[in-house]
């Protein structure tokens, strides 16, 4: 073998060598990177809607799954598995209080467990009461409102003048951002279409504290009563939210409404 050649061969062998090195060294720099990413994307197992849940569902097996959380991202409210490793299986027949997405994490103020009462018992918050009062297309938004919508209660009667004798007919807000539980046998908000549906419905089931209870009940007695549909966004101007005015009916049968400051209604 010549001298030449020798020298050829060395080099490649060297060459050789480095490359091998070389290679090995980016697969060791690649395996870091890996391992340093899996820490970073390491967090909680989170129970999550395995599909769109509406409000007011009864909660089955298909609608939870289990996602991995950043830690960081994980919220208390989080339903996390190594805290509560049966929460699949526990919260099976719970009933939703607000619509969720799919894969958004179950929160659980807003799943609620029936415990052998009814089905809207269980859509109630605390501290509050569901109430039934009679509607018709002229008097609820032209049957546009829907259940989980949020109306004013108003109430049309026919009072004494105070002064001058005679009667007349005057309207009042006396209850503002009620929440509307059901229309008829309805308890789901249309989440789909171009265009909203009416509902047809005699009855509207609100829900109220029990002093707003006792002021529709009077209010019912006393005159008509109309819902007017809100909007979405919130709203400043007039009565705050949970402000309702007194109301009040004589034994002579004249009507004393107390909105506002303002009294009307024979003395």
């Known amino acids: 073998m010549s001298a030449r050649q020798l020298i050829v061969l060395v080099v490649a062998a060297?060459?050789?060598?480095?490359?091998?090195?070389?290679?090995?060294?980016?697969?060791?720099?690649?395996?870091?990177?890996?391992s340093a990413q899996t820490e970073q994307i390491a967090g909680q197992q989170v129970l999550v809607a395995a599909r769109d849940i509406p409000q007011g569902a009864?909660?089955?097996?298909?609608?939870?799954?289990?996602?991995?959380?950043?830690?960081?991202?994980?919220?208390?409210?989080?339903?996390?598995?190594?805290?509560?490793?049966s929460a699949q299986a526990d919260l099976v027949g719970g009933v939703t209080r607000r619509a969720f997405v799919q894969g958004e994490p179950i929160v659980s103020a807003s799943v609620v467990q029936p415990d052998g009462h009814g089905f809207l018992a269980a859509q109630l918050?605390?501290?509050?009461?569901?109430?039934?009062?009679?509607?018709?297309?002229?008097t609820a938004a032209g049957n546009f409102i829907q259940p989980n919508d949020h109306v004013d209660v108003i109430m049309t009667a026919t009072v004494n003048n105070r002064e001058g004798g005679g009667e007349s007919v005057r309207s009042d807000i006396v209850l503002r951002d009620i929440r509307v539980l059901a229309l008829g046998d309805k308890t789901g908000t249309q989440t789909t279409g171009d265009t909203p549906e009416t509902t047809e419905a005699?009855?509207?089931?609100?829900?109220?504290?029990?002093?707003?209870?006792?002021?529709?009940?009077?209010?019912?007695?006393?005159?008509?009563?109309?819902?007017?549909?809100?909007?979405?966004?919130?709203?400043t101007v007039g009565m705050h939210t949970g402000d309702t005015p007194q109301l009040s009916q004589r034994s002579g049968g004249g009507v004393r409404i107390h909105a506002y400051g303002v009294v009307t209604g024979d003395n």
């Open 14 to 34: 060297i060459a050789a060598v480095g490359a091998l090195l070389l290679i090995r060294g980016l697969g060791s720099r690649q395996a870091e990177q890996t």
């Open 58 to 85: 009864a909660l089955a097996p298909s609608d939870l799954a289990v996602a991995l959380f950043p830690t960081s991202s994980v919220s208390n409210s989080f339903i996390r598995l190594d805290q509560q490793p």
């Open 125 to 138: 918050e605390p501290g509050f009461r569901a109430v039934a009062i009679e509607i018709e297309a002229t």
């Open 202 to 235: 005699s009855v509207a089931v609100l829900e109220m504290t029990a002093e707003q209870a006792r002021v529709l009940a009077l209010a019912d007695e006393m005159g008509k009563i109309s819902l007017a549909l809100r909007g979405v966004q919130a709203e």
